[in-house]
């Protein structure tokens, strides 16, 4: 995904260790990364439709709109309102404080990532290791038996 996609998605979910996540989540377009959890809204709906689906207290209310819903809705920001970095910084009291902010959170941003010490496209990815894995535990029971036989 070196290339800016059309498509943006909603949500990334992302199930690993803190650096290998941010650096999943740089290269995907969302609009909002979890790492490491689901919003509890989205594990309790089934639930909660199953359970109180026949209480009137739950029809045409807030709880029933953003929690009870099979699918998340879709909001979209307005892009003029985060167009740039010095009006979400727009925190500073005076002009001067506001530039050192975005001076350090540019440093910041632009730290590079730290070198893995592999050469690129030669490590042994999860399919490799897959691989050899099950081919390992096929031959461990198959060998066996072969000369079992024998």
């Known amino acids: 995904m070196s290339q800016k996609s059309e498509n943006m998605f909603l949500a990334a979910y992302l199930f690993s ?3 290998t996540a941010k650096f999943l989540a740089q290269h995907l ?10 919003p ?4 309790l709906a089934r639930l909660l439709r199953l359970l ?4 009137h207290f739950l029809t045409n209310t807030e709880l029933t709109y953003y929690i009870l819903n099979p699918a998340p809705r879709v909001h979209s920001p ?3 309102r985060f167009s740039s ?3 979400i910084l727009g925190v500073a009291k005076t002009p001067g404080d506001q530039e050192v902010l975005i001076r350090e959170l540019r440093k910041q941003a632009t730290v ?11 490590a042994m990815g999860f399919f490799e290791q897959g691989t050899f894995i099950g081919a390992g535990l096929f ?10 036989e024998v």
Do not use: C, W
């Open 29 to 38: 377009d969302a609009a909002v990364t979890y790492v490491n959890q689901i």
């Open 17 to 19: 260790e803190a650096p």
């Open 139 to 148: 031959l461990s029971i198959v060998l066996p038996s072969f000369a079992y």
């Open 40 to 43: 509890h809204s989205y594990l």
């Open 52 to 55: 109180f689906s026949h209480h």
């Open 112 to 122: 590079p990532l730290p070198k893995s010490g592999q050469r690129p496209g030669h």
């Open 85 to 87: 970095l010095e009006t």
């Open 78 to 80: 307005s892009i003029e």
